[in-house]
Nanobody, 126 residues
Framework: QVQLVESGGGLVQPGGSLRLSCAASGFTLYPYGIGWFRQAPGKERGGVSCLGGHDSNTYYADSVKGRFTMSTDNAKNTVYLQMSDLQPEDTAVYYC???????????????????WGQGTQVTVSS
């Protein structure tokens, strides 16, 4: 059974940092595209960052470029989102998602992802 479990969210002051983790089970991450998305109250879920299957491509939303970095630990079958210089507008529930088909380029298109985690809350506030 495929499962994605996010962790690492919390409350942080503006300018602070957090690292989110997404641990996968039931399949091996590396051949599959993985994405991070976020959804703030009253807003649609949007793409933050993604990594294509076998590292075919990467994507960062303009709003997070230079502040967020996505990485993977294949030995742990885990993907990370390192977030720095966090701002109140980064407050949202963050989700990781994965493709079901190998070797696809990733994108910020929500409907292209087949598996989703339960989400982790990130709150940026003083």
């Amino acid at each position: 059974q495929v499962q994605l479990v996010e962790s690492g969210g919390g409350l942080v002051q503006p300018g602070g940092s957090l690292r989110l983790s997404c641990a996968a089970s039931g399949f091996t991450l590396y051949p599959y595209g993985i994405g991070w998305f976020r959804q703030a109250p009253g807003k649609e879920r949007g793409g933050v960052s993604c990594l294509g299957g076998h590292d075919s491509n990467t994507y960062y939303a303009d709003s997070v470029k230079g502040r967020f970095t996505m990485s993977t630990d294949n030995a742990k079958n885990t993907v990370y989102l390192q977030m720095s210089d966090l701002q109140p507008e980064d407050t949202a529930v963050y989700y990781c998602a994965a493709h079901r088909t190998k070797d696809l380029d990733c994108s910020d298109y929500v409907q292209s992802y087949d598996y989703w985690g339960q989400g982790t809350q990130v709150t940026v506030s003083s």
